[in-house]
C-alpha cells in the first residue's frame, strides 16, 4: 500500500513540474496582436492572418554574387601578387547595405569598405593576395557583413596553387659599383613553366627618383623545344629582358626591385614579378667625413649630445672640376627632423676640386630626439641638390641621438 501511495505521489509530482514548466514558458510570449497575454484561439487568427500580410507586403533587399563567390585561381608563382573583382548584385526590392568585416591575413580588400546597393545596382569588391611560400595548397578569405535578412555574412573564398611558375636567370643581379655618369643595362631571362604563354608587359619601379632612371625592354617570347636546356627540363617557354639604368642615379647604395607585369590568359587579372637589383652608385661627389662616414650605407654618424647643449657636425663634399668644371650651385634641398638645421659654407677652389664645408646643428635647449638607426625608418636625413646632370640629388642618412639633461 505504502508503494502504491509513493507511485501516485511520483506521477503527481511529475504531472505538476510539466505544467509548471509549460506555464513558464509560454506565459510571457507575446501573441501575433501584440498582447502580453496568453495566446487566444480567438485573438491567434486575426492575429497571424495580419501579421502575414504585414510580411508580403514587406521589401528586402537581396546579394547575389555575379561571378561566383568561390575563385579558384590555378596556379601562381611564389612572390607574386594577384588580385580579383567580385561583383555584388541587389536582386532584392529593397536598398541593401553591405561593409568589410575581416579577411585572412594573406588576403587583403582594396579601396571597398561598404557600399549601399539599391535593386539592380552593382558593385565590385576587389581582393588582393601575395604567394609567399611554396604551398600545394592555398586558401583565403573575406567575410563580408550585409542587413539583408538570413544574409548577415558572405564568405568570398580564393583558393589555387603557389609553385615555381616561373625562374629568373640570374636569380638578382649584383652590379657593384655603378658611375652615375653612364648608362648601364642589365640583361637576364624569365623561363615559365607554364603552358600559357608569358605575355610580359611593362616594368616599372615604385621609388619615384629611380623610376625616372629605369627604363624596361622584353623581346618576344620563345618556345622552348624538348631537351633544349637539360636543366630546366620542365620549362615551356622564356623571354629575353633588358633593363636600362640611365645617367644620374642618385648616390650611396642601390636596391631596386623591378615590378614586371604579365597578364594572364583567359581573364583580366594581372600579376607582378619582382626582379631584384642591387649595387651602388658612385658619383663625382666625395663626401669627406672620415671614420663617421660608412660610404658603403651612405650614412653620417652625428653622435649624441645632452639636450642643453646641442650638436654640431661639419663634413665636407668634394667635386672635380674635372668632372664638372663650372658652379655646381650646390644647396639645402631637405632636413629631417625639423629641429636639425644644415648650411653650406663658402667653397675652396683648387685647379682639381671644389670643397664644399656643410655644417649640421641642433640649438642648445632643442626637444630631445633619438634616430638611432635601429629601423629603415629610425634615420635622420639631409639631400643636398645640384645643377649637375650626373647628380642632381644627394641624399644621406644620419645617425645621432639629442638625450634629456
Same mark, same amino acid.
Given at each position: 500500500?505504502?508503494?502504491?501511495?509513493?507511485?501516485?505521489?511520483?506521477?503527481?509530482?511529475?504531472?505538476?513540474?510539466?505544467?509548471?514548466?509549460?506555464?513558464?514558458?509560454?506565459?510571457?510570449?507575446?501573441?501575433?496582436?501584440?498582447?502580453?497575454?496568453?495566446?487566444?484561439?480567438?485573438?491567434?487568427?486575426?492575429?497571424?492572418?495580419?501579421?502575414?500580410?504585414?510580411?508580403?507586403?514587406?521589401?528586402?533587399?537581396?546579394?547575389?554574387?555575379?561571378?561566383?563567390?568561390?575563385?579558384?585561381?590555378?596556379?601562381?608563382?611564389?612572390?607574386?601578387?594577384?588580385?580579383?573583382?567580385?561583383?555584388?548584385?541587389?536582386?532584392?526590392?529593397?536598398?541593401?547595405?553591405?561593409?568589410?568585416?575581416?579577411?585572412?591575413?594573406?588576403?587583403?580588400?582594396?579601396?571597398?569598405?561598404?557600399?549601399?546597393?539599391?535593386?539592380?545596382?552593382?558593385?565590385?569588391?576587389?581582393?588582393?593576395?601575395?604567394?609567399?611560400?611554396?604551398?600545394?595548397?592555398?586558401?583565403?578569405?573575406?567575410?563580408?557583413?550585409?542587413?539583408?535578412?538570413?544574409?548577415?555574412?558572405?564568405?568570398?573564398?580564393?583558393?589555387?596553387?603557389?609553385?615555381?611558375?616561373?625562374?629568373?636567370?640570374?636569380?638578382?643581379?649584383?652590379?657593384?659599383?655603378?658611375?652615375?655618369?653612364?648608362?648601364?643595362?642589365?640583361?637576364? %631571362? #624569365?623561363?615559365?613553366?607554364?603552358?600559357?604563354? *608569358? @605575355?610580359?608587359?611593362? +616594368?616599372?619601379? $615604385?621609388? /619615384?627618383?629611380?623610376?625616372?632612371?629605369?627604363?624596361?625592354?622584353?623581346?618576344?617570347?620563345?618556345?622552348?623545344?624538348?631537351?633544349?636546356?637539360?636543366?630546366?627540363?620542365?620549362?615551356?617557354?622564356?623571354?629575353?629582358?633588358?633593363?636600362?639604368?640611365?645617367?644620374?642615379?642618385?648616390?650611396?647604395?642601390?636596391?631596386?626591385?623591378?615590378?614586371?607585369?604579365?597578364?594572364?590568359?583567359?581573364?583580366?587579372?594581372?600579376?607582378?614579378?619582382?626582379?631584384?637589383?642591387?649595387?651602388?652608385?658612385?658619383?663625382?661627389?666625395?663626401?669627406?667625413?672620415?671614420?663617421?662616414?660608412?660610404?658603403?650605407?651612405?650614412?653620417?654618424?652625428?653622435?649624441?649630445?645632452?639636450?642643453?647643449?646641442?650638436?654640431?657636425?661639419?663634413?665636407?663634399?668634394?667635386?672635380?672640376?674635372?668632372?664638372?668644371?663650372?658652379?655646381?650651385?650646390? %644647396? #639645402?634641398?631637405?632636413?629631417?627632423?625639423?629641429? *636639425? @638645421?644644415?648650411?653650406? +659654407?663658402?667653397? $675652396?677652389? /683648387?685647379?682639381?676640386?671644389?670643397?664644399?664645408?656643410?655644417?649640421?646643428?641642433?640649438?642648445?635647449?632643442?626637444?630631445?630626439?633619438?634616430?638611432?638607426?635601429?629601423?629603415?625608418?629610425?634615420?635622420?636625413?639631409?639631400?643636398?641638390?645640384?645643377?649637375?646632370?650626373?647628380?642632381?640629388?644627394?641624399?644621406?642618412?644620419?645617425?645621432?641621438?639629442?638625450?634629456e639633461d
Open positions: 500500500m505504502r508503494s502504491l501511495l509513493l507511485l501516485i505521489s511520483c506521477i503527481g509530482l511529475g504531472f505538476g513540474l510539466a505544467k509548471f514548466d509549460h506555464d513558464r514558458r509560454f506565459s510571457g510570449v507575446k501573441n501575433l496582436m501584440g498582447s502580453a497575454k496568453g495566446v487566444t484561439t480567438e485573438s491567434g487568427s486575426a492575429g497571424v492572418q495580419s501579421e502575414v500580410q504585414k510580411l508580403n507586403a514587406q521589401k528586402f533587399g537581396r546579394i547575389t554574387v555575379v561571378n561566383g563567390a568561390e575563385l579558384d585561381f590555378g596556379m601562381m608563382m611564389k612572390g607574386t601578387k594577384r588580385s580579383h573583382k567580385f561583383v555584388f548584385k541587389n536582386v532584392g526590392e529593397a536598398d541593401a547595405k553591405i561593409w568589410f568585416k575581416a579577411s585572412t591575413c594573406k588576403c587583403t580588400v582594396g579601396k571597398f569598405t561598404e557600399a549601399t546597393l539599391k535593386p539592380g545596382e552593382e558593385t565590385d569588391v576587389e581582393l588582393e593576395w601575395k604567394a609567399e611560400s611554396v604551398l600545394d595548397d592555398f586558401s583565403q578569405t573575406a567575410t563580408i557583413g550585409s542587413d539583408c535578412p538570413s544574409q548577415e555574412e558572405l564568405k568570398l573564398v580564393i583558393r589555387g596553387r603557389i609553385g615555381q611558375a616561373y625562374v629568373f636567370d640570374p636569380p638578382a643581379h649584383s652590379v657593384g659599383d655603378l658611375l652615375s655618369s653612364q648608362q648601364n643595362e642589365i640583361k637576364f %631571362r #624569365i623561363y615559365s613553366f607554364q603552358s600559357v604563354p *608569358l @605575355k610580359i608587359g611593362g +616594368g616599372q619601379v $615604385k621609388d /619615384s627618383i629611380l623610376s625616372k632612371k629605369v627604363r624596361f625592354e622584353a623581346e618576344e617570347e620563345v618556345v622552348i623545344e624538348p631537351g633544349q636546356f637539360p636543366d630546366l627540363a620542365d620549362a615551356r617557354r622564356y623571354t629575353d629582358c633588358k633593363m636600362t639604368l640611365l645617367p644620374g642615379l642618385p648616390a650611396g647604395p642601390l636596391n631596386l626591385d623591378l615590378q614586371i607585369s604579365r597578364r594572364n590568359e583567359g581573364g583580366p587579372d594581372e600579376e607582378f614579378l619582382s626582379y631584384n637589383v642591387r649595387g651602388r652608385v658612385v658619383t663625382p661627389v666625395r663626401v669627406i667625413a672620415g671614420d663617421d662616414y660608412n660610404e658603403t650605407r651612405n650614412i653620417l654618424t652625428i653622435g649624441t649630445a645632452k639636450s642643453s647643449q646641442g650638436i654640431k657636425k661639419s663634413f665636407m663634399l668634394s667635386i672635380r672640376t674635372d668632372d664638372f668644371p663650372g658652379d655646381p650651385n650646390i %644647396r #639645402i634641398a631637405k632636413v629631417i627632423p625639423d629641429q *636639425l @638645421k644644415a648650411s653650406i +659654407g663658402t667653397p $675652396k677652389i /683648387s685647379s682639381t676640386q671644389r670643397i664644399y664645408p656643410i655644417l649640421l646643428e641642433i640649438p642648445p635647449g632643442s626637444d630631445p630626439v633619438e634616430f638611432d638607426g635601429t629601423f629603415s625608418k629610425d634615420f635622420g636625413k639631409i639631400v643636398i641638390e645640384t645643377d649637375m646632370e650626373t647628380s642632381p640629388t644627394i641624399p644621406m642618412y644620419l645617425k645621432f641621438r639629442l638625450t
